[in-house]
């Protein structure tokens, strides 16, 4: 099942904060806390809540009813990094995202490799006309 990345961004900071309670990390190297706030992670949650409410069903379902659910969760994606100044998001957190679309969407039936190729896209241009993180 594809982990969404809200789960290992937490778990980092769970961990950042276990070794600072320990004295392994220098509090000066420590970012994950501020990298990933609360209502960042809830905000994503949100967001992904909602995509994964609209995936039952997928596998069987038209280009374009799978393309609108893309398009949907990118866009709720692009107000939470642009609720902090387009910097939500940075490259390793968009492939992480970028991942969990394609991961989940295969899961539930939808032949990513097939549907953007169709499309004349690559596999990894799923989400590249509506995201801005």
Known sequence: MAE???TS???GIAEEAEEL??????PECACMAALFPEELLTAT???????EGELPG???APDEQV???VERVVLALNA???AYNGSAFETDEREELCDYVDESLTEHGVDVVALTARHSL???QLTDKWRKW
């Open 4 to 6: 969404r990345p809200t």
């Open 80 to 82: 939470v990094d642009d």
């Open 67 to 69: 393309f609108d659910v």
């Open 45 to 51: 949650d949100v967001v992904l809540d909602a995509f």
């Open 122 to 124: 690559g596999r990894y």
């Open 58 to 60: 997928l596998g069987a």
């Open 9 to 11: 961004w937490r778990h």
């Open 21 to 26: 309670a320990v004295g392994t990390l220098d």
